[in-house]
């Protein structure tokens, strides 16, 4: 079964550097997200993405953050400045199409920031 | 903004029983998923139900959805040790922005 795939799973950083956290989407699918889970906390929307641009972004995306799809098939999210409250794990997810369908979400990439 | 919340508790039961979770949340919806989580892992999709929906079934699992009382809940029968995970709802209101709840944590014992 065809899946999210992320790299890398672990990324520990020095508060203050620059991050970028690659996700594979599923082929045929056409909506990309990140999601982020701070530890012990929920699972919180970040940011969607289709048709190589924002669809919808949270309180949380600010400027420090942005995404983008530079080959065609990887979908990264970069961290400008890294703070200590970034360290959380990193969801990817994608979707066929919007409205009525599943999103699959990739292992997750944990962010460590020290 | 929408938000899952599940009613927040700690489930230990004995394999073969049947797992109840509960998840309401506040405003209008598309569809609603659960998801399960293994700890460490990624988010595994289980079931969507659709607005227009009050109940479906996979497998072992039967989700309804009260669309009134702005609730669902998660039935999962004969339960495995395998099913022992961390399991979220999460709402869509058709922007397909997903609002997790903060999860129920299943124990199942063999």
């Known amino acids: 079964e065809p899946e999210v795939t992320q790299t890398p799973s672990h990324q520990v950083t020095q508060m203050g550097q620059e991050v970028i956290l690659r996700c594979v989407p599923i082929s045929n699918h056409l909506y990309f997200y990140w999601y982020r889970q701070i530890l012990g906390q929920k699972v919180e929307f970040l940011v969607s993405?289709?048709?190589?641009?924002?669809?919808?972004k949270s309180e949380i995306f600010d400027d420090q953050f942005s995404v983008e799809r530079p080959d065609g098939s990887n979908f990264t999210l970069k961290i400008r400045s890294t703070k200590l409250e970034d360290s959380a794990m990193y969801f990817c997810?994608?979707?066929?199409?919007?409205?009525?369908?599943?999103?699959?979400f990739g292992p997750g990439t944990r962010l460590t920031v020290t | 903004s929408q938000q899952g919340e599940e009613d927040p508790q700690a489930l230990s039961i004995q394999e073969g029983e049947n797992a109840t979770m509960n998840c309401s949340y506040k405003t209008s919806i598309n569809n609603l998923q659960w998801y399960r989580q293994n700890s460490g892992r990624g988010l595994v999709h289980l079931i969507l139900?659709?607005?227009?929906?009050r109940e479906k079934h996979s497998g072992r699992l039967r989700v309804t959805l009260d669309t009134s009382k702005k609730s669902s809940s998660l039935l999962i029968t004969a339960s495995r040790a395998a099913d022992t995970a961390s399991y979220f709802c999460a709402t869509d209101g058709g922007n397909n922005r997903l609002a997790f709840g903060k999860g129920n944590q299943v124990v199942v014992i063999p």
């Open positions: 997810a994608t979707n066929r199409d919007r409205g009525l369908y599943e999103q699959y």
């Open positions: 139900i659709r607005s227009n929906e």
């Open positions: 993405f289709y048709n190589n641009e924002i669809s919808e």
